[in-house]
């Protein structure tokens, strides 16, 4: 033991050096990120807002040195985004903290590069207008003069994304035409890229509550509980987002879903969803949430499956055809009070 003792010490040295340099290292490069930070702001602003149709506004900014670790993150404060010039209507984007997470060393060489996104609190509205048109495309559509375009170089950040965070962001998505709002609240959601060529590949967790309502009034989707884990392939040449068989939990059932989405073709979805489970935990998870609780409070068991396939076109209000099937077998359920039970059920709809 003791002829082993010079080495730690000789160890425990150099890593109390090595401690000591990263400090003072980061002492130094700390002073010059918080110096360039506001910089960074302003170019991004002005450069947005000269380029873009719409309007981007904010209270403030700092750094937030681990809120997006390993990465420097500037956090923009009370960030709204909106369709046009006029900050008198709603915004398309009302967000209390955006951080934008850069590297170190780009930050400190001027070569800004952005590498991750967190946003935390607030909501985003994604309106498809009755000509078809979102309004964050048209928000963020530039000049369509050729000579008006600015060059690469004039652009105050690289666009390296590997990651973007969301938590307690809420997110609706409207139709005019329909009259369709999804508006899901996401607890928190990870998204890792990966870019090769035309494809963007990401792999997504994510939790959330979603809501499905048409005309103002609430449909069977009411307070649904969502948890994905999925991978996507978008094909930005062709405009296809390709769906991985992917795990999706929906209260306490468990669901399989894969497909496609196909954009250039009028938005053209081919999705299948599948489950099975011995227990009645698959139709619970439809029921209306005000039953859930009577529902779980029985003992039951049997051979129940559900499966879906949704096609079709969802562009110009359009709604794509939903075939569904569900059914059961050996079914039972218990009353665990009085000990009564219905026993031999089988149903399928």
């Known amino acids: 033991m003791k002829k082993h003792l010079p080495k730690v010490r000789v160890i425990l040295k150099w890593l109390k050096r090595l401690v000591l340099l990263t400090v003072i290292l980061l002492g130094l490069l700390i002073p010059i990120v918080y110096w360039k930070q506001d910089q960074i702001v302003q170019k991004i602003l002005a450069y ?6 719409g309007v981007i506004t904010l209270e403030g900014s700092h750094i937030s040195p ?3 670790f390993p990465y420097i993150s500037i956090d923009l404060e009370q960030v709204k985004v909106y369709e046009t010039k006029d900050e008198g209507q709603q915004p398309i984007l009302d967000i209390h903290d955006a951080y934008l997470g850069f590297d170190l060393w780009t930050i400190i060489s001027g070569n800004y590069q952005l590498k991750s996104i967190y946003l935390s609190d607030g909501y985003v509205k994604f309106i498809q207008h009755t000509d078809g048109s ?10 369509t003069q050729k000579e008006e375009v600015p060059s690469t170089e004039n652009i105050p950040f690289q666009l390296q994304l590997k990651s973007i965070k ?20 996401v607890n928190d959601a990870v998204a890792k890229l990966a870019i090769n060529g035309d494809h963007t590949m990401v792999d997504l967790d994510s939790r959330f509550e979603m809501n499905l309502m048409q ?9 649904k509980h969502f948890n994905i884990q999925t991978k996507l392939d978008f094909d930005a040449e062709k ?10 939990k929906l209260e306490m059932g468990e669901f399989n879903l894969e497909g496609q989405f196909d954009i250039a073709n009028d938005q053209y979805l081919d999705v ?4 099975a489970k011995p227990n009645f935990d698959l139709i619970i998870a439809f029921a209306p949430e005000e039953l859930i609780p009577t529902l779980q409070s029985y003992d039951n068991k049997g051979q129940v499956y559900f499966k879906a396939t949704v096609k079709g076109k969802i562009s110009d209000g359009n709604i ?17 009070k009085n000990r009564k039970e219905l026993d031999e059920m089988e149903f399928k709809g």
Do not use: W
Not at 172 to 180: G, P, S, Y
Not at 239 to 248: E, K, R
Not at 272 to 275: D, F, L, Q, T
């Open 215 to 223: 005309g103002g009034d609430t449909t069977f989707i009411k307070h």
């Open 66 to 68: 681990f809120a997006n």
């Open 48 to 53: 947005a807002n000269e380029q873009y149709t």
């Open 272 to 275: 299948k969803v599948e489950g």
């Open 320 to 336: 794509p055809l939903v075939d569904a099937e569900f059914g059961c077998k050996e079914g039972m359920i218990r009353n665990p």
């Open 134 to 143: 979102f309004n964050i495309v048209n928000a963020l559509s530039g000049k």
């Open 166 to 185: 969301l938590h307690n962001i809420d997110i609706h998505k409207v139709n005019e035409a329909n009259d369709i709002d999804i508006d899901a609240f």
């Open 239 to 248: 405009m296809l987002l390709n769906v991985a068989p992917s795990a999706v």
